[in-house]
């Protein structure tokens, strides 16, 4: 079955702290994933989408992830965070007609 | 930036009421989609839209719902006799033609059943 896990219900950082969160999927077809962003009582916003090519895929706001096969995973880092991405971030990946989301983490950035 | 839009940004219904929510896909996509966040929940697929027809829908997606494309721009989600917990903020989303991989979601209408 199709499935996106995401592990880190709620991460709470300090400012300049370092970020990752992780994500892992179910899905036997070719892969398309993506990192959602939600800031509070607004809309969600594409952070990064991997297709093919490099793994290491840069998004916005200094925001990247890794694609690895291997590992089913598509983590999302950024070096250094700031009180304003405090927001609740999404892993999705491509089914069929749909996209499959997972539960996401609410990211508290303390100031 | 062509955008999907949606409207109303805020609906208050009547339990046993009929709502229909309103997108307007970006004007060159051909597939388009329903998608709902309970509050503090994830994002859930509700069905998905093609050629006039419905490609995928999900259990949640019963005999309540319906979608319908009435004129070229604008693509609908009608709720036949809300429950409270059709509560929820719904969005629509779009793709091109040439790239159904990826999906452009508008800002949501937010439903609220009392």
């Known amino acids: 079955a199709q499935s996106v896990s995401q592990h880190n219900h709620h991460v709470i950082l300090s400012e300049a702290a370092s970020l990752e969160l992780g994500c892992n999927y179910s899905y036997g077809g070719t892969v398309n994933l993506f990192w959602y962003v939600q800031y509070p009582g607004q809309h969600l916003q594409l952070l990064l989408k991997y297709f093919s090519g490099d793994p290491l895929v840069k998004g916005i706001k200094g925001f990247e992830a890794e694609f690895i096969k291997s590992k089913f995973s598509f983590n999302l880092r950024k070096p250094s965070v700031q009180w304003s991405d405090t927001a609740e971030y999404f892993c999705?990946?491509?089914?069929?007609?749909?996209?499959?989301f997972g539960t996401g983490t609410r990211l508290k950035v303390l100031a | 930036e062509p955008e999907v839009t949606q409207t109303p940004s805020h609906q208050v219904t009547q339990m046993g009421q009929e709502v229909i929510l309103r997108c307007v896909p970006i004007?060159?996509?051909?597939?388009f989609y329903w998608y709902r966040q309970i509050l503090g929940q994830k994002v859930e697929f509700l069905v998905s839209f093609y050629n006039n027809e419905i490609s995928e829908k999900s259990e949640i997606f019963d005999d309540q719902f319906s979608v319908e494309r009435p004129d070229g721009s604008n693509f609908t989600l009608k709720i036949r006799s809300t429950k409270l917990e059709d509560s929820a903020m719904y969005f629509c989303?779009?793709?091109?033609?040439?790239?159904?991989?990826?999906?452009?979601f508008g800002p949501g209408t937010r439903l609220t059943v009392l």
């Open positions: 004007s060159n996509h051909l597939y």
């Open positions: 999705a990946v491509r089914g069929t007609y749909k996209y499959i």
């Open positions: 989303a779009s793709s091109p033609r040439d790239n159904y991989n990826e999906q452009f």
